[in-house]
């Protein structure tokens, strides 16, 4: 009797967690969403800006490739590189770059209660999300190791070490479920 309470607490809180973990990737699709919408704007520039200064930005990794073609000759760390498109100047890569976040996110947002919904492509689409956000925190330690310190990105590898164990927890929680239900448990 005892050992069937413990297996229904531990299926309990598997699936809690899978369901937390679920709820907290939509939540960060909401706030990229958030973020993006808010970089249409120009009159919302600052605003955003903070806002991505926050997160980890999805163009550092193109401004990295840009810059190094075009200035090659100079050391990295002198190279000038941005984490957002600049808003005056080149409006098509600045509404480019808000309309890509925008509409990752809101994918990222469908996934996410695709996952709660145990859908396997839900599973794909957030893998390949995590994958790019893990080769945009790259090039942030990249920037670290060339001159602009570990200290300006510990918040983005907080952000990423928290993407990977939510989508590791929700994962996991989702192949505890299908080993095992609720209606498994009482039938004991």
Not at 46 to 64: E, N, R, T, V
Not at 65 to 88: A, H, K, N, T
Request: proline share 4%; with cysteine.
């Amino acid at each position: 009797m005892r050992k069937r309470w413990k297996a229904l607490a531990a299926l309990v809180l598997f699936v809690l967690v899978r369901r937390l973990s679920t709820a907290y990737l939509a939540l960060v699709g909401f706030t990229y969403l958030l973020a993006g919408l808010l970089r249409l704007d120009w009159t919302m520039g600052l605003i955003s800006d903070f806002i991505w200064a926050g997160l980890i930005s999805p163009y550092l990794p193109f401004s990295l490739v840009e810059v190094s073609r075009r200035y090659g000759d100079l050391p990295i760390s002198r190279r000038p590189y941005d984490f957002v498109p600049p808003q005056p100047g080149r409006w098509d890569m600045h509404y480019g770059f808000a309309t890509a976040v925008i509409l990752t996110s809101v994918l990222a947002i469908v996934a996410a209660f695709g996952m709660a919904k145990s859908i396997k492509a839900a599973y794909w689409i957030l893998s390949g999300l995590v994958a790019m956000s893990i080769i945009s925190v790259a090039a942030y330690v990249f920037l670290a190791y060339s001159g602009l310190g570990f200290r300006e990105i510990w918040v983005q590898l907080a952000w990423e070490a928290s993407y990977i164990l939510a989508f590791v927890l929700a994962r996991c929680g989702a192949d505890l479920t299908a080993i095992g239900t609720l209606s498994d448990v009482e039938e004991w």
